[in-house]
Every structure is written in structure tokens, then in C-alpha cells.
């Protein structure tokens, strides 16, 4: 089945700098990546999206890249804000079912003032 | 309609007890997904339903839990005789195809 691995798990920039999270996957067949952010006691967050068909997408100071031959995406985020401050889960469909998400671990991004 | 909502919020109980969840969907979704997600973990899938089907059941899911959407609309999850490793957040997801909306989710703790 599908293995996705995230890294790194915290990360700490300063505010204005950027930051990237790095994932990747096993499955060659998965077509469908998702970028999740999740605040402290709140839900999971959908923040941005792609698809294999896609290698990049953009959506404001969050951006995501996909190299389907390494097997690996990553999300973007420039011009960090405190508010950026969160845990963000990768998630890959297994295959071809974008129905079903594996999530990666987590990454603990803070954004220091 | 106000997103996913689930119910309760947290629940304890002793272990050897059975639990119920609730899950109300999107409306307009017909797909629903339970994860559970432990401290400083991502969410771990556990099942999920398009309409009143259950299509598929994860492999580590003891049967123990079971999971229901009788009429394609809201979904219970059971666990019967809870132990100390069923503590977690039960998260419950709904789409049309495409991106999750998460549920709030219900915290589970046995004692």
C-alpha cells in the first residue's frame, strides 16, 4: 500500500522568511496530493492541492511542486506570518482512489515574531 | 449547513465499555471517511462509505470497531470493549470527490 513520508517534522523560520515542507510517496500510480493544515485543538485544514497532472500550483504566498518520476511533493509558503504558526500533513491518494488519503506525519511549523 | 459535524466532542470511558460516534456530513457529500489520529501523528484511515456502502475497511481495524451510514446520510462508529490503545481523536470526513472537509472530531480517552 502506500507509504508517505514528511519532513521535517518542526521547522522554525522567522517571520517574512520562508519555509518548505518535503514529502514523499511510494505509490507511482497516486494522482491526487493534498496539503493540510491543522491549528492547535482544531480540525484539519485544507489549504492547497494538486494533481499529477500538474507540476505546480500556486494559490497566493502557498505554493506546491510535484516530481511525479522522484515521487515527491512539496509545499511552499513565502513571506511566513505568525499566523502561518501550525501543523501541516501531506496526504497522497493510494493509486489511483483519490477517495482514500494517506497522511504523512506532520510537520510543527513555527513562525517567530 | 454548516460543515461536518460529529458528536460527542470527548467521551470517556472505562475500558471493557462500548462507545458510539456520530458523524454528520456535507450534505451535498456523498462520500464520508473515518481517520483516527493519536498525539503527533498524521490521521490514519480507518474506513469509508460512498453513499450507504461501505467500500473499504482498513486491515488494522480489529473487529472490534464497526461503522455504519444506513441511509447514506449521517455515520455511527462503534468500538465495543474499549481498550487503553483505542485513546485518540476520531476524526470523521466528508467529500464530493477531491478534498476532505474534517469534523471537528471526538476525543476519545479509556480509562
Known amino acids: 500500500g502506500e507509504n508517505v513520508e514528511q519532513h521535517p517534522s518542526t521547522l522554525s523560520v522567522q517571520e517574512g522568511d520562508s519555509a518548505v515542507i518535503k514529502c514523499t510517496y511510494s505509490d507511482s500510480a497516486s494522482n491526487y496530493f493534498p496539503w493540510y493544515k491543522q491549528e492547535l485543538g482544531k480540525r484539519p485544514q485544507l489549504i492547497i492541492d494538486i494533481r499529477s497532472n500538474v507540476g505546480e500550483k500556486k494559490d497566493q504566498r502557498i505554493a506546491v511542486t510535484l516530481n511525479k518520476t522522484a515521487k515527491h511533493f512539496s509545499l511552499h509558503i513565502t513571506e511566513t506570518q505568525p499566523e502561518d504558526s501550525a501543523v501541516y500533513f501531506c496526504?497522497?491518494?493510494?493509486?489511483?482512489?483519490?477517495?482514500?488519503?494517506?497522511f504523512g506525519t506532520g510537520t510543527r511549523l513555527q513562525v517567530f515574531p | 449547513d454548516t460543515g461536518v459535524s460529529q458528536d460527542p466532542r470527548h467521551k470517556i470511558t472505562k475500558r471493557g465499555q462500548n462507545v458510539t460516534f456520530r458523524c454528520d456530513p456535507i450534505s451535498e457529500h456523498n462520500r464520508l471517511y473515518w481517520y483516527r489520529q493519536t498525539l503527533g501523528q498524521g490521521p490514519e484511515f480507518l474506513t469509508y462509505?460512498?453513499?450507504?456502502?461501505?467500500?473499504?475497511k482498513s486491515r488494522l481495524l480489529s473487529d472490534r470497531f464497526s461503522a455504519e451510514r444506513p441511509k447514506g446520510s449521517f455515520s455511527t462508529l462503534e468500538i465495543q470493549r474499549t481498550e487503553q490503545g483505542d485513546s485518540a481523536m476520531y476524526l470523521c470526513a466528508s467529500s464530493f470527490g477531491g478534498g476532505y472537509t474534517f469534523g471537528s472530531g471526538t476525543r476519545l480517552t479509556v480509562v
Open positions: 496526504a497522497a491518494s493510494e493509486g489511483y482512489n483519490t477517495d482514500k488519503l494517506i
Open positions: 462509505f460512498q453513499n450507504e456502502a461501505q467500500l473499504e
